[in-house]
Every structure is written in structure tokens, then in C-alpha cells.
DNA sequence: CACATTAAGTCAAACGACCGATTAAGTCAA
DNA sequence: TTGACTTAATCGGTCGTTTGACTTAATGTG
């Protein structure tokens, strides 16, 4: 027999892989058996349901792990720094085979964002919400205001939209700009640049604030 | 007997509105025809099939319409006018009935952009590759650049990833500052900032190679 | 003009396939 | 012996699609 946790581990996995391919609804359980190579009862044996395996999924430790910008103390670092940890969270690498899985983790994440599935609640907002409130933070640092208004809301979105490009729009990059994600260098200079659009913007609102 | 268009228009705008919510896959032919109030096997007398409902659809006269960028000519507008109708044509407003549609046709694109449903082939990217090649083509002229290199590339990206925080991203926006899409002016205001947030972008952009 | 025929449109019912979930039975290490 | 794990089979529900029957409007004919 092989590990029991075997089993459960591999079910995680493929869960991972078929919900972040097509969400939560799209999404079979005899298709996910399929990939684990585990019986469709084991399914229900482990997670109660389909929903359980999913809630199980968004559980896994790869969040906390990857959230590179959540430990970045904003007092201590330069915009430059704290920018570029930013990035890298919404942006991982993609080298190891733990790196795919971690792409595979935030490709999930972007799909719930943007279509609900409805079986988490609003938990994934809150999700994001912890490292756009930091963002604004640092924005209120830079442009020297006590607390957000609707400038540095927007600019929060400008900044993440940018990045977002690579991974709602990263079908299209992929088709009308290829080099951009598979170019030689092409993740250290697609951050270099990221974290340059955003100064830029950051530094033009503190001059028209000035 | 009902106008037998009727029917027809009736099941292509269920479908429009089932479509744009859901996706093509969780889409049933069931909850469109309830919608349409019009008979299930409809939809396979006019359509042939739930994907050719899909393509027609996607045939409707919304792209046309509402392009207002592609109406353009870059080499008689200021800079600040062509992104004005970038933006416009991305981000359309919504106060009438029609608009309404058209907000449900965007939609509809930026789901199949972002999660392809199989059923169009690459026809999408080539909805939006037309304008994409138009915004390097802008960008070329505002960089003094014969063509588009890499970054260009990716500027032309960040710009349009700035407005797809709208779009792609709208649901954790309407959580998280929901006064970007429901205070008072602020389809204006978003577009006023947007526009200038692209400006200060590419005059960086100049900047650095002058 | 009346009637027959044809075409277009609509409908309820049913089909085979697939879904998530359940169950009883079997295996095996502890 | 027992609990954990695994399996094949099965269930009721829903899916997209098909079909034969029915209704109504349009057309043809004497």
C-alpha cells in the first residue's frame, strides 16, 4: 500500500493543477482522480466534497511562503526595494518545479479574483486586501499624506494593473508579445521595468502634490 | 405567433448575458433559453448548437460600435487624445440600456481573452491585436522609434494593464474602493487619471532615450 | 374565395453522456 | 481485530442534443 498521505497529497495537487486550468466549476472530480491516479472516492474520503478539496487547495501553505512583499517592513526599505518585492509576489519566478506549482497556486488565485467561484466567500479579497492596504501605505509614505484618498486609490490599481497584465492578460502577451515572457532575461527585465513604470507614476504624483 | 426574430434576438441576448457572467462551459443552454423565454431545441433550430449560439454572439455589431480608438488617425490627434479613445474604447461607459449591452459585450471579451473558451480559436487576440499594433504604433511616434522593440512591448502592455485593473480586476476594485467606479464622476475622473498616468509613462520613456 | 399544401416556428419529451456523491466490500499494516 | 485506506458499482440530477408532434402563417390551386 502505498503512503496514505500519498493519496491526499497527490489529490492537492492535481486539484491545483485542473481548478487553476478552469476553475472551480469547470473543474471534475473524475478529472482530477484522473491526474492523481486515485479513486474518485477518495475524494470524499479526505474533503468531505469537491468544495472541501477546493477550500483545501486555497489552504495550502504556498501563500504565507511566497509573500515576499507582506515581509517587507515599509519604514526600513527604499521604494525601489519595497516595489520590487511587490512585484515578485504578484509576479513569482517559474524555474523549480516548486516554483510551477507556486504559479499554478497564484494562476488559481487570479482566476477566483476575477470569477468568483462562490465557495469561498469573499476570503480572496481579503487575500489581496493585506498587501493593497500596504501599498497604499507606501504611496501615503512617498507622497507625504496621512491616509489614502482617491489619487493614491487609483494609483494603487494603476500599479497593480500593470502587473496584472502577466497574469489575466498573460494569454495575449503570449500571442502578440512572446519575447516579453519568454525572451532571454526576460522576468528580471520585465520587473526592472515594472518597478520603473511605478516609480515613475509615483514620482510624478508627488510632484503635482508638491 | 411572436415576431420570429423575435425569438432569435431574444436567445442572443440571453446568451450574451449568460455568457458574460459565466463563461462559455458553465453556460447552459437551459438557463439561456429560460432567460430568453424561448424553447430549449430554439437554440438548435436558429444556432445549430450551443457554440454556434457563442458565435453568434460574438458576431454582434458591438466591436464595431463602440471602437472608438480604431476610428482614430494617430498622425492627427495629440497624444492625449489617442489615449483618451484607448482608454474609451476599453473601459466603455454605462448609462444607457444599449450601453448596458456593450458593457456585457466587453465583458464577454475579456473573459474570452482571459480564459478561452476554445470555441473561437485565436479570433479574440485578433479583436484585440488590431488596436494593440495601433497603441505601439503611437508609441513609436511619441518615442521617435522607426518600430516597436521590447520596450515598447511592454510599455504598450503596462498601459493597457493600467485600464484592465477595471476590467479584468473590477470585482476586487468594487471590494476594495468601490468610490473608484461608484462616486461621483468617477467614469470621468478614472479616465482623466488614467490618461495622464499613461503620459507620465511614456514621457519617462522619452526621457530615457533622449 | 375556400381549401389544400407547404414552410417556418415552437413545443414537450426523451436520449446518451457525464456529473457529484454514496455505499458496500475488500485489503493491509498495526 | 481494527482502523485507515482503497475500490468498483451505483444513484439521482443535469447536461447538450434530437425528435416527432403541433401551431400558425404563407402560398398555391381550382
Redesign the interface.
Same mark, same amino acid.
Given at each position: 500500500m502505498k503512503q496514505p498521505e500519498d493519496a491526499r497529497m497527490r489529490l492537492l495537487h492535481a486539484g491545483m493543477e485542473v481548478f487553476a486550468e478552469? #476553475?472551480f +466549476? /469547470?473543474a471534475t472530480t473524475r478529472e482530477i482522480s484522473r491526474r492523481a491516479e486515485v479513486n474518485l472516492a477518495a475524494i470524499h474520503y479526505y474533503f468531505a466534497d469537491k468544495a472541501g478539496l477546493y477550500r483545501a487547495v486555497f489552504a495550502l501553505p504556498f501563500a504565507e511562503k511566497s509573500n515576499v512583499f507582506a515581509h517587507v517592513d515599509i519604514e526600513s526599505v527604499t521604494l525601489e526595494q519595497a516595489l520590487s518585492s511587490f512585484y515578485q509576489w504578484m509576479l513569482p519566478p517559474v524555474a523549480t518545479a516548486e516554483e510551477v506549482m507556486l504559479q499554478k497556486f497564484m494562476q488559481l488565485h487570479a482566476?477566483e @479574483? /476575477? *470569477?468568483?467561484s462562490g465557495i469561498l466567500g *469573499?476570503a480572496l479579497?481579503e487575500h489581496?486586501?493585506p498587501n +493593497?492596504e500596504k501599498l497604499k501605505q507606501l504611496l501615503c509614505r512617498e507622497l507625504g499624506k496621512i491616509e489614502s484618498d482617491? %489619487?493614491v @486609490?487609483?494609483? %494603487?490599481? %494603476?500599479i497593480?494593473?500593470?502587473?496584472? $497584465?502577466?497574469v +489575466? #492578460?498573460r494569454?495575449?502577451?503570449e500571442?502578440?508579445?512572446p @519575447?516579453?515572457i519568454h525572451?532571454k532575461n526576460a522576468g528580471e527585465?520585465?520587473l526592472q521595468?515594472?518597478v520603473?513604470?511605478a516609480k515613475?507614476?509615483i514620482d $510624478?504624483e508627488r510632484g503635482q502634490h508638491e
Open positions: 478552469v #476553475g +466549476h /469547470a482566476r @479574483e /476575477a *470569477d468568483p *469573499d479579497s489581496i486586501k +493593497h482617491l %489619487a @486609490e487609483q494609483l %494603487a490599481f %494603476a497593480m494593473g500593470m502587473g496584472s $497584465a502577466f +489575466h #492578460g494569454r495575449v502577451v500571442v502578440l508579445s @519575447e516579453l525572451g527585465l520585465r521595468r515594472l520603473g513604470y515613475t507614476l $510624478a
